[in-house]
Nanobody, 123 residues
Framework: QVQLVESGGRLVEAGGSLRVSCAAS????????AAWFRQAPGKEREFVAG????????YYADFVEGRFSITRDDAENTVTLQMNSLKPEDTAVYYC????????????????WGQGTQVTVSS
């Protein structure tokens, strides 16, 4: 079992930066692929970024355009999403997710989810 708790979401101005974190419980978390998804009001949940179990492999959604960076610290059982050059369209609830398999972009592929953290980008 893996439990995930996100933190760090807040109101930020467009063009600003924000770091959201995901704290995981469970001794085997280091073997899981982790990812960030987001869901804006009235929209489906979408993939943002993923990192494989070793941390050597990452994958980003096209809309990230080099602005975000996902990292993991398995000693601390955390996964972090650093977001720069934020835009109002980045406003969403950001969710952390984990799966035993490789990085995938479908929500159905992830077994474990956090409750989400709200990120609001003002124009």
């Amino acid at each position: 079992q893996v439990q995930l708790v996100e933190s760090g979401g807040r109101l930020v101005e467009a063009g600003g930066s924000l770091r959201v974190s995901c704290a995981a419980s469970g001794r085997t978390f280091a073997r899981y692929t982790a990812a960030w998804f987001r869901q804006a009001p009235g929209k489906e949940r979408e993939f943002v970024a993923g990192i494989n179990w070793s941390g050597a492999g990452t994958y980003y959604a096209d809309f990230v355009e080099g602005r975000f960076s996902i990292t993991r610290d398995d000693a601390e059982n955390t996964v972090t999403l650093q977001m720069n050059s934020l835009k109002p369209e980045d406003t969403a609830v950001y969710y952390c997710a984990a799966t035993w398999g490789g990085i995938r972009t479908s929500t159905n592929a992830y077994e474990y989810w956090g409750q989400g953290t709200q990120v609001t980008v003002s124009s």
